[in-house]
């Protein structure tokens, strides 16, 4: 099946995701005796869903909006090198064929797409947030990690099963339903397009609606990009023990002169935002930093075609992905674009300066795993009016630490129109021993845990890493406040929000810096 075979208004059948129907996913036995049994689920974990026996795919192009953006805490460390940014999309109508059978609904019915990239290899200033729009290139994959299964059974019985593998062995197994997802995981560009805010888009000059997009294009795609990490391997000891890290083979740079980053030029719309009487429109780039894989960055071109007349005036971008740079071929590019009306007449912005000063810890969440390391820190991520960031500062977070404060540096300095709210969010977790698996490979972990090679040391190490995997990172809970005009919650002091499980204090300072009303 190739990636336009089915009609714009159906869906992909999950069950062609299985090794049998043709696909890269394999299924568990129904039965497991053996930790080792689910390894099948992850053997690979991800395999696209055109020509799903190699891991190579052409990228496909969605378009939609964003239902949902969080980070995991639940990603299998063996194929990731850190937890994955998850963002649910729904797919507008023309890219809804992207979807499986398997895939989860929004609560208006839709279908969602989930995009996925490790939050080491995308930074948080291009993360989606809850309304934005998005455009997003990558690979299209089935999660071969969730089959979620409906039971069949076994031809002229009523034994359940699976697969044909499933006892006795040969017989076809009838009627079992797979509801594998299908993703973009990972994507190789981003475009996260944000309505609604402000910006100077002028060297001096007072605020103006702006549209703004985030855009990202790396071939760093973590585990679920590589393809040691996701090629299927024959044996169980080629399962523990491939050696793909430190990640080296990044499949957006695969095959070489043929490579889906450089095989593809990426392209979106930014639109100008609704301004009564806006005059000399404007794009305005603010460069970031090019990725690069061990090379020399090598930042792509822009090409801008202004559409300005008629109903929807917007901006053609398309980062030149296929064209070389002065002889070398673009590693990447990023940058953030504003859009918007050098000439805005009455369009008065609050310009207000968020601080994040820091947390009382309530609650270390640092529990004793007997026979597992519960390593120190906290992860925190801040989300204010769809602007994320993730915050530093708490990596010495442990047992003792409850009933301290913990400064971290995280500020936003944003412009918004006055009828629109403030909102601050906060997420935040304690490290679990889960955190050290990742970006090693199983059997790397099995020595760690006293496995020396000896059969008799294997199952020891194997509870203890089973204990570790289970040694989840803990929810210190979130924080999620809004303030509306005239205040804004502007303070002289600080203000202080405890976290919806209790585990902490989100400490903060919202300033007024200027009006430019």
């Known amino acids: 099946m190739s990636a336009g075979a089915a009609a714009a208004d159906s869906t992909v059948d999950s069950n062609t995701a299985l090794s049998s ?18 390894l099948a689920a992850v053997n690979p974990e991800w395999a696209p869903v055109v020509n799903g026996a190699s891991p190579l795919s052409s990228p496909i192009l969605v378009h939609g909006s964003v239902v949902d953006s969080h980070i995991s ?43 996925e990239w490790e939050t080491g290899s995308y930074p948080s200033w291009a993360w989606a947030g809850e ?53 973009m995981h990972p994507p190789q560009a981003v475009a996260v397009i944000r309505s609604g805010g402000g910006a100077t888009i002028r060297d001096a000059g007072r605020a103006v609606p702006v549209t703004r997009a985030d855009v990202f294009v790396s071939a760093d795609g973590g585990g679920a990009g590589d393809a040691c990490v996701v090629t299927h391997k024959s044996s169980l000891p080629a399962i523990l023990g491939a050696p793909c890290f430190p ?17 593809t030029d990426f392209t979106f719309n930014v639109p100008l935002p609704e301004v009564r009487g806006g005059r000399q429109p404007v794009l305005r780039v603010l460069t970031r930093t090019t990725p690069a894989l061990g090379t020399t960055p090598v930042p792509a071109r822009l090409q801008v075609t202004p559409h300005l007349d008629g109903a929807d005036p917007h901006y053609e971008v398309t980062v030149k992905m296929t064209e070389a740079v002065e002889g070398r071929m673009p590693t990447g590019f990023a940058a953030t674009l504003l859009a918007g009306w050098q000439q805005a007449p009455a369009s008065p912005m609050v310009h207000l300066r968020v601080t994040i000063d820091g947390i009382v810890v309530n609650n270390a969440l640092k529990p004793v795993v007997p026979g597992v390391p519960t390593p120190a820190g ?39 129109p006055r009828s629109t709210p403030l909102n ?41 890493g089973l204990t570790c995997l289970s040694a989840t990172e803990l929810d210190a809970g979130s924080i999620d406040v809004t303030y509306t005009a005239p205040g804004f919650g ?19 300072r919202i300033e007024r810096v200027e009006d430019g009303g």
């Not at 990640?247 to 095989?263: H, T, W, Y």
């Not at 502007?490 to 903060?508: E, H, K, N, Y």
């Open 378 to 416: 906290w992860k925190m991520q801040t989300n204010v009016n769809n602007d994320w960031q993730e915050i530093g500062g708490l990596d010495l977070v442990a047992a003792g630490s409850a009933g301290l404060f913990i400064p971290t540096s995280g500020a936003y300095d944003l412009f918004m």
């Open 247 to 263: 990640l080296s083979a990044p499949l957006a740079l695969v095959p070489p002169g043929a490579a889906p980053l450089n095989s």
């Open 73 to 115: 805490q639940l990603d299998f460390p063996a194929g990731h090198v850190r937890f994955d940014q998850n963002t649910d999309i729904s797919l507008d109508p023309a890219d809804a064929h992207f979807l499986a059978t398997g895939n989860l609904s929004s609560a208006e019915g839709r279908g969602l797409l989930e995009l």
């Open 424 to 464: 601050i969010h906060a997420d935040a977790a304690s490290a679990g021993c889960v955190d050290t698996l990742f970006g090693h490979s199983l059997l790397e972990d099995l020595f760690r845990f006293g496995f020396t090679g000896n059969p008799s040391t294997l199952p020891g190490a194997l509870q203890l």
């Open 490 to 508: 502007v303070s002289d002091t600080p203000i202080q929000v405890m976290s919806s499980t209790g585990a902490f204090q989100l400490r903060f």
């Open 131 to 183: 309304g934005d729009r998005i455009v997003a290139l990558g690979r299209w994959i089935f999660d071969c990690g969730h089959p979620d299964p409906t039971p069949g059974h076994k031809s002229g019985s009523a034994v359940p099963c699976l697969t044909a593998d499933d006892p006795p062995a040969g017989v076809a197994c009838v009627g079992a339903v797979f509801n594998y997802r299908s993703e």
């Open 21 to 38: 129907n043709g696909g890269g996913c394999y299924a568990p036995p129904i039965s497991q005796t053996s930790p080792f049994d689910q």
